[in-house]
Structure formats: structure tokens, C-alpha cells
């Protein structure tokens, strides 16, 4: 496995019963990340992403959102949908 995440797509599941949000990418097992709106995932995920790199590889990332309208927009209708992508800042 790299050590390096120069971009990582993040998507996300809706739980039917509850509606909790969690939101994981398939580029960078084992993030997991839960909340209750979008804004809530859109606020977590750069940090959660660059703690779970910092332990991969003892370096700490900042991310960003690739684009930040989309990002701020939302915009949850499809099970495991994509919210957008992350880079480095």
C-alpha cells in the first residue's frame, strides 16, 4: 500500500432506520466517519482523513475539498453516493 493519498474519493451510506450518515472511501481503507446532516460529514472528513493517513505513515496531511461548492452544497439522494474528493491542501 502507498503511503501517499494525493486524491481520495470519498462516498457515503444512509441507514434507513436511524438516517445516520456514514461516509468511508474505497481509496483509503479504513475511514469511517459518522454524522447526522452533510454538513456534519463535509466538516469531519479532511480531519478524520488526515488522522487515519498521520497513523498509515507517521505524516500529518491537511486536505481539502476538491470542490468546495459541491462540497457545501450536499446534496444526499442515492445510496452510496459520492460526495467529492479530497487533495491536499
Given amino acids: 500500500m502507498s503511503n501517499t493519498f494525493d486524491k481520495i474519493k470519498i462516498s457515503y451510506q444512509q441507514h434507513g432506520d436511524t438516517g445516520l450518515l456514514c461516509a468511508f472511501s474505497d481509496d ?3 475511514l469511517i466517519v459518522f454524522g447526522r446532516t452533510p454538513s456534519q460529514l463535509y466538516e469531519k472528513i479532511p480531519a478524520a482523513c488526515a488522522d487515519l493517513v ?3 505513515s507517521g505524516e ?3 486536505y481539502r475539498w476538491a470542490d468546495e461548492g459541491r462540497a457545501e452544497s450536499g446534496g444526499f439522494t442515492e445510496p452510496r453516493a459520492s460526495l ?5 491542501a
Fill in 60 to 62: 500529518r496531511p491537511n
Fill in 28 to 30: 483509503l481503507k479504513g
Fill in 84 to 88: 467529492g474528493d479530497l487533495v491536499p
Fill in 54 to 56: 498521520e497513523a498509515i
